[in-house]
């Protein structure tokens, strides 16, 4: 579920994500079958081939989201130092918005729609960066607020696929 989720506007045949966690092929086909049941993904035939994708729809395809980011979170060795229990950074990030710390800049970063401070991003740069693919959600730890990121990814995703089938 992890690939699917770092990269939700792609899609992988089985045999592609069998390669790419090291999984003998069976057991990502069951995997695959289970979440496709529960509705976290979605699989389309193409030939022989079954191609999955993200389901942002789906209650259980939104409970792995978070969940993913937050084990992600917590398993970070500077997650106790980012200081969020202090009561002005909780109010601050409380806003309309969601926080998140980039692994590769090691920085908390702030996507609202209304930016205020000069560190914050709005929530239009992410879509944008989602649909640019420049946005490496395997280098982001969503903090809070999942809600909003899981409705912000959702609206990207939507944007991206609707762009690529009118191509």
């Known amino acids: 579920m992890g690939l699917l989720i770092e990269n939700p506007a792609e899609s992988f045949s089985i045999n ?3 390669k790419r966690i090291g999984k003998v092929y069976a057991y990502v086909h069951r995997l695959v079958q289970q979440l496709s049941d529960e509705g976290a993904i979605k699989i389309t035939k193409i030939g022989k081939s079954s191609i999955c994708s993200i389901s942002l729809n789906s209650f259980w395809s939104n409970a792995y989201i978070k969940s993913w980011f937050l084990a992600k979170a917590e398993a970070l060795p500077e997650f106790r ?3 969020l229990a202090e009561p002005e ?3 601050r990030f409380s806003r309309n918005g969601f926080l ?3 692994l590769e800049k090691k920085e908390l970063v702030f996507f609202t729609e ?3 401070e000069k560190q914050d991003r709005s ?3 992410f879509s944008r960066l989602v649909k640019e693919r420049k946005a490496c959600l395997a280098s982001l730890c969503i903090l809070n607020n999942t809600e909003i990121f899981v409705s912000s990814l959702k609206k990207a995703v939507l944007e ?4 690529r089938e009118l191509e």
Do not use: F
């Open 123 to 125: 929530i239009s740069d």
């Open 81 to 83: 130092k980012l200081g």
């Open 100 to 102: 998140a710390y980039d």
């Open 89 to 91: 950074l909780v109010k």
């Open 16 to 18: 592609e994500i069998s």
């Open 160 to 163: 991206e696929r609707i762009r």
């Open 114 to 116: 209304k930016p205020k």
